[in-house]
């Protein structure tokens, strides 16, 4: 009798082995051709680029995509930055891991098979690890370097409703990757003066990669972060952030506040760790708001 359940279990198993291997492929692929909205639903690749370093391009990268997730979305990040800042803030243990975006980026593994599990059951994370420090040098001496990270989400693009791209805090090879497999660049700004030195740069890197390379690349918009209310941003400077993004200030604002900056140290998003939190509103907020903005870039039928 146990034989025999044994038995059962065990071509149960292979039929599922089968399933996952070969029909799932196959029903995704027929899924497309039947469904062309299916085809066209690639979701939106959003980057969250700064080439300054703690302006909050991570913590926006992890708390956005946690909203986006709460509204009902399907997300990815992925972690573009050696230090792997959004890979354990959001929960994932890179020590532990043998695989990440760096070998997805080289295509000795898919981006698919590297993707891991948050606690957020619609976010999901493609998780940097230290070998990604040497991305840089391997991407340099190759073919279409600046297209690897795009070449490696083509397969995954229709999953998900957003993906969200960590950037390094440099505007080196990976961060061109970053901006060149984006449809959107969502650039965070510090509040206060010295914040918006080299935007222009930025802006400028941007245009060139729209003139030159992506054509459809644009810029969402910028989000002011670690704002502080005691210490009111001066008019000069709203007016100057102006001058850079006369029509893409996110009304959002994201306000200073300790408990986002504690959350990454539990591996939580801020959806979990403090939800009444007046960051947690506010990134609430934003993801709201960045969806209202899918209407926008809805194709004319
Ligand atoms: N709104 C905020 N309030 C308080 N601390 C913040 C806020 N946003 C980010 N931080 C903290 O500031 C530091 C830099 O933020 P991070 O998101 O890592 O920046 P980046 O990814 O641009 O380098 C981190 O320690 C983070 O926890
Ligand atoms: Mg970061």
Redesign the pocket.
């Given at each position: 009798m146990l034989n025999v359940k044994r038995t059962i279990r065990g071509c149960e198993k292979l039929v599922n082995r089968f399933y996952t291997i070969f029909i799932q492929d196959a029903l995704e692929a027929l899924a497309l051709y039947a469904y062309p909205w299916e085809a066209t639903h690639m979701g939106r690749i959003i980057s969250?680029v700064?080439q300054?370093?703690?302006?909050?391009?991570?913590?926006?990268?992890?708390n956005l995509g946690a909203y986006l997730a709460e509204e009902g979305k399907f997300v990815l990040i992925v972690d573009l930055?050696p230090?792997a800042?959004?890979t354990s803030?959001i929960g994932v243990d890179f020590q532990a891991l043998e695989q990440g975006v760096y070998e997805a980026v080289l295509g000795q593994v898919r981006m698919k098979d590297i993707v891991q599990p948050t606690a957020h059951q619609t976010l999901r994370i493609a998780p940097a690890t230290p070998a990604l420090a040497g991305l840089n040098v391997e991407l340099v001496d190759m073919d279409r370097r600046e297209y690897k990270l795009h070449e490696s989400l083509l397969e995954i693009r229709h999953d998900y409703d957003y993906i969200l791209i960590?950037c390094p805090?440099t505007l080196g090879l990976i961060t061109l990757n970053g901006i060149v497999a984006a449809d959107e660049i969502l650039i965070?700004v510090q509040a206060e003066y010295y914040a918006l030195e080299g935007l222009g740069q930025l802006l400028e890197t941007v245009n060139l990669v729209k003139a030159r390379i992506r054509p459809d690349v644009d810029i969402l918009g910028a989000v002011l972060?670690?704002?502080d209310s005691r210490t009111k941003l001066s008019d000069d400077v709203l007016q100057e952030l102006y001058k850079y993004f006369p029509r893409n200030i996110f009304r959002s604002v994201?306000?200073?506040?300790?408990?986002?900056?504690?959350?990454?140290s539990f591996g939580r998003s801020i959806a979990m760790f403090d939800a009444s939190s007046k960051?947690a509103k506010?990134y609430e907020r934003l993801a709201r708001e960045i969806i209202e903005t899918e209407l926008e870039r809805m194709p004319a039928v």
């Open positions: 969250v700064n300054k370093g703690g302006v909050g391009k991570t913590t926006t990268a992890i930055d230090q800042n959004a803030g960590d805090p965070p972060t670690m704002y994201i306000p200073r506040s300790v408990r986002l900056a504690e959350a990454p960051g506010a």
